[in-house]
């Protein structure tokens, strides 16, 4: 990989990771137009960090608020004794459906949805889904018995219910975002709302991934599997471009996050719709004249 391979990638990501666009999808197309022998490996996973360090920067009071409320639990001996520590307890809870889910089907996952034409079946469907997030958001708020859900409203059906939704992003075109903003609006969350909780919920997520995968390719390292392919730890200049791609997914997935906020607070999701269904259709029409494989 070239630095400026390595410094694209991670714009693509810094972008991607937090517009409800799926940044798994455009890391494998943009790496397979790069030339790259195994665009599935580690980097497209490792690389997450980076925009995992663009969620603890920017969320950084509010997670700071959660620590000190779990550690008020901790004194207390008592689950959800504030709203902060509830917020915290449901993010962890959030997080079981992909945990349980990624470890136990990542390799028939990968198998089955890491291809272009199967992405872009997958971007359209979650498109569609989407689109009837904001059919149903809209009926609602038409109600007017009815009001937004607030994070602090939030309880443990609703946090299971986003958690598994993000568990459906394990398939590369369906965007943990653009699934876990969708569950959102179906429970009744505003747009920003679901964007926020959305976020918080990302942290456990990519940091176990991201690890997980660092682990997987350290153990490659020192015990090479000639039916994988070569660890990223085997090359210095490998690591050199992962760290810089991690680094600048970091810094421009910062902005994204703020300039997303900003936008769901004034607009709707339909120009991310319109733009999947562009992008998922692009893919399959290409695929079907032999262009992509």
């Known amino acids: 990989m070239e630095l400026w391979q390595a410094v694209v990638l991670g714009v693509i990501q810094g972008v991607t990771e937090f517009l409800p666009i799926s940044s798994t999808a455009h890391l494998l197309a943009a790496r397979q137009a790069m030339g790259h022998a195994n665009p599935d490996d580690a980097f497209t996973t490792v690389v997450q ?3 995992l360090v ?3 920067v920017y969320f950084r009071a509010d ?3 959660m620590l000190r409320a779990l550690w008020g639990d901790w004194r207390v001996k008592r689950f959800g004794s504030s709203v902060d520590s509830r917020l915290a307890w449901l993010i962890a809870l959030g997080t079981v459906p ?3 889910i990624g470890l136990k089907f990542k390799r028939p996952i990968k198998e089955t949805f890491y291809d272009l034409p199967t992405m872009g ?3 359209v469907l979650f498109a569609l889904l989407m689109w009837a997030g904001e059919v149903w958001h809209r009926i609602r708020k038409q109600d007017q018995h009815r009001s937004d859900v607030t994070e602090s409203n939030i309880d443990w059906k609703i946090a299971l219910w986003i958690g598994l ?3 459906l992003a394990l398939m590369p075109g369906a965007s943990r975002s653009g699934t876990t903003i969708t569950a959102a ?5 505003s747009r920003s709302a679901g964007a926020r909780f959305s976020f918080l919920l990302s942290l456990p997520s990519i940091l176990g991934a991201g690890l997980k995968d660092l682990y997987d390719e350290y153990k490659l390292y020192k015990v090479p599997d000639p039916t994988q392919h070569t660890s990223l730890f085997a090359s210095t200049d490998e690591m050199m471009m992962l760290a810089v791609g991690t680094a600048v997914s970091g810094v421009v997935g910062y902005f994204a996050i703020a300039w997303l906020l900003n936008y769901l607070r004034k607009y709707d999701t339909g120009v ?13 029409a290409l695929y079907l004249l032999g262009k992509v494989k």
């Open 49 to 51: 960090l980076g925009t």
């Open 54 to 56: 663009a969620v603890f």
């Open 63 to 65: 997670i700071a608020h």
């Open 98 to 100: 992909v945990v349980l």
């Open 121 to 123: 079946l997958v971007a």
């Open 165 to 167: 939704w993000q568990a």
């Open 185 to 189: 609006l179906f429970a009744g969350l």
């Open 272 to 284: 991310f719709v319109s733009y999947r269904l562009l992008l998922g259709g692009l893919i399959v």
